[in-house]
């Protein structure tokens, strides 16, 4: 009913810059919150930054004054925009979004297949 694809990920050296992709598309009414996430190998996928539908944004600490998540809700797509990048960020970044799907009032979150970025020293 709703899938959510990502692109953007890749290889880049540290101090580089790479722009994720996440657009939403099917049976949507409404996408509230879109986060993204990222996962390393042995460790629990962690929020690197989210989105309100009114555009209010949280950052992990890690990651604040280098990244940038923006949305178009005219598109459902959410944009991570990665700056300054460092080897710790390394790993694979997942897309979430919260959906309310057409003809319903409940919501329900849907995930990304995943895009891998690399962040070579």
């Known amino acids: 009913q709703v899938q959510l694809v990502e692109s953007g990920g890749g290889l880049v050296q540290a101090g580089g810059s790479l722009r994720l992709s996440c657009a939403a598309s099917?049976?949507?009414?409404?996408?509230?919150?879109m986060d993204w996430y990222r996962q390393v190998p042995g460790k629990q996928r962690e929020l690197v930054a989210s989105?309100?539908?009114?555009?209010?944004?949280n950052y992990a600490d890690s990651v604040k004054g280098r990244f940038t998540i923006s949305r178009d809700n005219a598109v459902n797509t959410v944009i991570l925009q990665m700056d300054s990048l460092k080897p710790e960020d390394t790993g694979v970044y997942y897309c979430?979004?919260?959906?309310?799907?057409?003809?319903?009032?409940?919501?329900?979150?849907?995930w990304g297949q995943g895009t891998q970025v690399t962040v070579s020293s």
């Open positions: 099917g049976s949507i009414s409404s996408v509230n919150a």
């Open positions: 989105i309100s539908s009114g555009r209010s944004t």
């Open positions: 979430r979004g919260v959906v309310q799907l057409r003809g319903s009032w409940r919501t329900r979150e849907y």
